[in-house]
T-cell receptor, first 115, second 116 residues
Framework: GAVVSQHPSWVICKSGTSVKIECRSL??????MFWYRQFPKQSLMLMAT?????????EQGVEKDKFLINHASLTLSTLTVTSAHPEDSSFYIC???????????FGPGTRLTVL | AQSVTQPDIHITVSEGASLELRCNYS??????LFWYVQSPGQGLQLLLK??????LVQGIKGFEAEFKRSQSSFNLRKPSVHWSDAAEYFC??????????????FGTGTQLKVEL
């Protein structure tokens, strides 16, 4: 149980285009989902927290207009990187939790490369 | 604000040897502590967690961790390491039960190499 999937697993796009990444909880209802960014050989940095049906809460320094997060259902959250640039290239990982205080289960990650 | 320190960036052990990965945290209240493992290019897998109760926590794959409040530590241990344990290990502290959810702060990770 507690499986989280992400799609796509990797994506290459041109600078200036937008990319959407999906995060799904497959066998439980995720009232809260989190989006992280991980640079090579570094730790995970929380970008934002999203609760189903509410606007996402972004961490300091994360541009909400650039990283659009939608959590429209209890099993799906999406992260859209708008007008992507090479510096946005990174490994994006989502996690899902069934409620405040509960364990987070992580997706396999999405490798984004912006040319 | 909470923080996590993993003092060892790299650790190399021989297969069959014991392992201890260090983790120190800073948090003003009772911490929620986690250890995750990440294989290259993969997401994170939960090894074990501590919320309350017994300070010695058993996890998957033969791992255990001990919460020591006096030392603000949550070190991960395994009596006998297998070659498949080679990976990156992350310690994390959660903000606990709040309206904002259980935000996690991760340490910088420890890369484990296992020599055959």
């Amino acid at each position: 149980g507690a499986v989280v999937s992400q799609h796509p697993s990797w994506v290459i796009c041109k600078s200036g285009t937008s990319v959407k990444i999906e995060c799904r909880s497959l066998d439980f209802q995720a009232t809260t989902m989190f989006w992280y960014r991980q640079f090579p050989k570094q730790s995970l940095m929380l970008m934002a927290t999203s609760n189903e049906g509410s606007k996402a809460t972004y961490e300091q320094g994360v541009e909400k207009d650039k990283f659009l997060i939608n959590h429209a259902s209890l099993t799906l959250s999406t992260l859209t990187v708008t007008s992507a640039h090479p510096e946005d290239s990174s490994f994006y990982i989502c996690s899902a939790s069934s409620g405040p205080g509960n364990t987070q289960y992580f997706g396999p990650g999405t490798r984004l490369t912006v040319l | 604000a909470q923080s996590v320190t993993q003092p060892d960036i790299h650790i190399t052990v021989s297969e069959g040897a014991s392992l201890e990965l260090r983790c120190n945290y800073s948090y003003g209240a009772t911490p929620y502590l986690f250890w995750y493992v990440q294989s290259p290019g993969q997401g994170l897998q939960l090894l074990l967690k501590y919320f309350s109760g017994d300070t010695l926590v058993q996890g998957i794959k033969g791992f255990e961790a001990e919460f020591k409040r006096s030392q603000s530590s949550f070190n991960l241990r395994k009596p006998s390491v297998h070659w498949s344990d080679a990976a990156e290990y992350f310690c994390a502290v959660g903000a606990g039960l709040t309206g904002g959810g259980n935000k996690l702060t991760f340490g910088t990770g420890t890369q484990l190499k296992v020599e055959l």
